[in-house]
T-cell receptor, first 112, second 117 residues
Framework: QQQVKQSPQSLIVQKGGISIINCAYENTAFDYFPWYQQFPGKGPALLIAIRPDVSEKKEGRFTISFNKSAKQFSLHIMDSQPGDSATYFCAASGDNNNDMRFGAGTRLTVKP | NAGVTQTPKFQVLKTGQSMTLQCAQDMNHNSMYWYRQDPGMGLRLIYYSASEGTTDKGEVPNGYNVSRLNKREFSLRLESAAPSQTSVYFC????????????????FGPGTRLTVL
């Protein structure tokens, strides 16, 4: 049973558009919500992360929105670029690094 | 600084064969992890080593064993490979396992693509 559900599975966006990826979690003990970016043939790399004490976190063109009551969080990529084409994974965990749960991933393609 | 390195990059095994996946990190991290990545499943934790000298089971440990050889190296062994173990395996490391209530960033290696026939 997947504890973190991610959608959509794939996403195609035009250059300059906004990419939005959504995740929902079940375990209310989760308190750390990272997003990872993975390019083909590479390992995942941390992109941005949020804790539930804030509702939004922005780093450059990447923003996480967090809704604690709905147990949902999302990644917004503004002004999407072809170089952003990758697979994005959301994750959630508690205090320990052994209980990180990952979403199934979203393959983003940004068309020039 | 190579970060996290994994060998081999690719491997094909026959059912019943054994093999060891190697992982090394040069960041002086205390904690290391093994994940498997399957289509539609995200990453799932197989085993982890919170610190040198300790190892513990993760979410999907069956069919695997691990060895924390020293602070740098953490290997994953398949004693009798099965087709269900066909996957991409990632090793990761973090400076701390439990960073005072703050989950510590994990750094991933490039992965090993394993096929079991």
């Amino acid at each position: 049973q997947q504890q973190v559900k991610q959608s959509p599975q794939s996403l195609i966006v035009q250059k300059g558009g906004i990419s939005i990826i959504n995740c929902a979690y079940e375990n209310t003990a989760f308190d750390y919500f990272p997003w990872y970016q993975q390019f083909p043939g590479k390992g995942p790399a941390l992109l941005i992360a949020i804790r539930p004490d804030v509702s939004e976190k922005k780093e450059g063109r990447f923003t996480i929105s967090f809704n604690k009551s709905a147990k949902q969080f999302s990644l917004h990529i503004m002004d999407s670029q072809p170089g952003d084409s990758a697979t994005y994974f959301c994750a959630a965990s508690g205090d320990n690094n052994n209980d990180m749960r990952f979403g199934a991933g979203t393959r983003l393609t940004v068309k020039p | 600084n190579a970060g996290v390195t994994q060998t081999p990059k690719f491997q094909v095994l026959k059912t019943g064969q054994s093999m060891t996946l190697q992982c090394a990190q040069d960041m002086n991290h205390n904690s290391m992890y093994w994940y498997r990545q399957d289509p539609g499943m995200g990453l799932r934790l197989i085993y982890y080593s919170a610190s040198e000298g300790t190892t513990d089971k993760g979410e999907v440990p069956n069919g695997y064993n691990v060895s924390r050889l020293n602070k740098r190296e953490f290997s994953l062994r398949l004693e009798s490979a099965a087709p269900s173990q066909t996957s991409v395996y990632f090793c990761a490391s973090s400076e701390f396992f439990f960073a005072g209530g703050v989950t510590d960033t994990q750094y991933f290696g490039p992965g090993t693509r394993l096929t079991v026939l």
